[in-house]
């Protein structure tokens, strides 16, 4: 089985930084996508941003700009650095992967993190 471990929720003001990790660890061949999603209260889960094995990166518009996500194959982690935060940024930030278990997989298998809270006060 996988497991995905967010790190680096918190509390911080409008206008600071957050640094958010998250660790992959358990029966993994090959992570193919990596990043992040959140879910503010009464919202949908959104993108935020994600990288693939080829390092190419895929951010969501909500947080453009403000965020920069580096992966780190071999010890198989992101993180998400993120910027100028706003109270709106304020939710629920859940690490997520697309990962192959093994050479004989023929398919690649979802997985979720718990999620870490971020709360940005304005």
């Known amino acids: 089985q996988v497991q995905l471990v967010e790190s680096g929720g918190g509390l911080v003001q409008a206008g600071g930084s957050l640094r958010l990790s998250c660790a992959a660890s358990?029966?993994?061949?090959?992570?193919?996508?990596m990043g992040w999603y959140r879910q503010a209260a009464e919202q949908q889960r959104e993108l935020v941003a994600q990288?693939?094995?080829?390092?190419?990166?895929n951010y969501g518009d909500s947080m453009k700009g403000r965020i920069t996500i580096s992966r780190d194959r071999a010890k198989n982690t992101v993180d998400l650095q993120m910027d100028s935060l706003k109270p709106e940024d304020t939710a629920v930030y859940y690490c997520?992967?697309?990962?192959?278990?093994?050479?004989?997989?023929?398919?690649?298998?979802?997985?979720w993190g718990r999620g870490t809270q971020v709360t940005v006060s304005s």
């Open positions: 358990g029966t993994i061949y090959m992570i193919h996508v």
């Open positions: 997520h992967a697309f990962i192959r278990t093994s050479d004989q997989a023929t398919r690649l298998q979802e997985f």
């Open positions: 990288v693939t094995a080829g390092h190419s990166t």
